[in-house]
C-alpha cells in the first residue's frame, strides 16, 4: 500500500555547513567537503581560495569572457555596509572585473546558507550570472574554519570562487 505519509526517521537535509548528509554534492562534482578533513589552518585556506580564483580567472581569459562578480558583506542589524562595500570594489577595479550584483545581509553572524542575499549570490552563480564573490574578509562569510572550508568548497564546486579584500589571517 502506498502513502504519502514521510517515512517514520526523517533524513536530515543538511549539515549545519550547508553540504548535503548524503555528500551528494562530493559524488556529483568529485570535489570533496572539507570538512571530512582534517582542520585547514589560515595559510591552507588562503591558498586554496587563491588557488580558486587563479583557476577561474584563467579559465575566463582563456575563453575570452570578463569576470563578472557579485560583491557582498555581512554587518550586524542597521550596520551600514558601504564602508565594506567600498573595500570590496577596490579588488574588483584592481583586477578589472565587471561588478554585476552588489549586496548585503545585515543578520549579523549566521550560517552562510540560510542568509539571504548569500542565497542570492549562489544561484546568480548557478545560473552562470556571476563567476565569483568578493567580499572584504573571512568574516563575511564565517569566522568558523570548518564552514568557511566548506563554502568554499561550494563554491568551486559550482565553478566559482571567493575573492578577498584581506586575507584569511587579518579579520
Not at 575563453?63 to 563578472?68: I, L
Not at 557582498?72 to 565594506?84: G, I, K, S
Not at 549566521?110 to 572584504?136: F, K, N, W
Amino acid at each position: 500500500m502506498k502513502t504519502l505519509l514521510p517515512s517514520a526517521i526523517p533524513r536530515p537535509l543538511a549539515r549545519p555547513g550547508g553540504l548535503p548528509m548524503d555528500n551528494r554534492l562530493a559524488a556529483q562534482t568529485g570535489v570533496a567537503p572539507l570538512r571530512e578533513k582534517a582542520r585547514c589552518s589560515a595559510a591552507e585556506l588562503r591558498a586554496m581560495r587563491e588557488a580558486d580564483v587563479r583557476r577561474a580567472v584563467e579559465r575566463h581569459a582563456a575563453s575570452g569572457t570578463s569576470v563578472r562578480i557579485g560583491r557582498y558583506t555581512l554587518v550586524e542589524p542597521r550596520q551600514d555596509p558601504a564602508d565594506r562595500l567600498v573595500q570590496a570594489l577596490a579588488v574588483v577595479l584592481r583586477f578589472g572585473w565587471q561588478d554585476t550584483i552588489t549586496t548585503f545581509d545585515d543578520t549579523g553572524v549566521s550560517d552562510p546558507a540560510i542568509r539571504p542575499q548569500m542565497a542570492r549570490l549562489y544561484t546568480a552563480l548557478c545560473r552562470g550570472e556571476i563567476h565569483g564573490i568578493v567580499a572584504v574578509s573571512q568574516v563575511d562569510v564565517s569566522t568558523f574554519h570548518d564552514v568557511y572550508a566548506d563554502t568554499l568548497t561550494l563554491l568551486r564546486a559550482r565553478g566559482g570562487f571567493l575573492a578577498l579584500a584581506r586575507s584569511e589571517t587579518s579579520l
